[in-house]
């Protein structure tokens, strides 16, 4: 299972960190991943990160995210600096054996947490 938390609500240029702890078993050799979807919107694409450590973005959050994982504590966590009101969504994590940006490459899925950036 994934358990996602750290959303809340912050204002336009503050930070959150997401964090998303695994328990049951390892996914250390699972690529990891975070997806948003905003009110009326389609799930998004947001970050992973590989069982490498090798991390991708979506363009849109590159230079201000950050994925990050701890595999020791099998957690995943996403720093996210200069929010903007377009980032506000409810974030999930994920866990998948490819990784990358397709929702349909991950197997496993958090709860979600929601984050909101007000003006």
């Known amino acids: 299972q994934l358990q996602a938390s750290g959303g809340g609500l912050v204002q336009a240029g503050g930070s959150l960190r997401l964090s998303c702890a695994a328990t049951?078993?390892?996914?250390?050799?699972?690529?990891m991943g975070w997806f948003r979807q905003a009110p009326g919107k389609e799930r998004e694409f947001v970050a992973t990160?590989?069982?490498?450590?090798?991390?991708y973005y979506l363009d849109s959050v590159k230079g201000r995210f950050t994925i990050s994982r701890d595999s020791a504590k099998n957690a995943v966590y996403l720093q996210m600096n200069t929010l903007k009101p377009e980032d506000t969504a409810v974030y999930y994590c994920?866990?998948?054996?490819?990784?990358?940006?397709?929702?349909?490459?991950?197997?496993?899925w958090g709860q979600g947490t929601e984050v909101t950036v007000s003006s």
């Open positions: 994920a866990a998948g054996p490819i990784g990358g940006a397709s929702s349909f490459n991950y197997l496993d």
């Open positions: 049951g078993r390892s996914f250390r050799n699972y690529a």
């Open positions: 990160i590989s069982s490498r450590n090798s991390p």
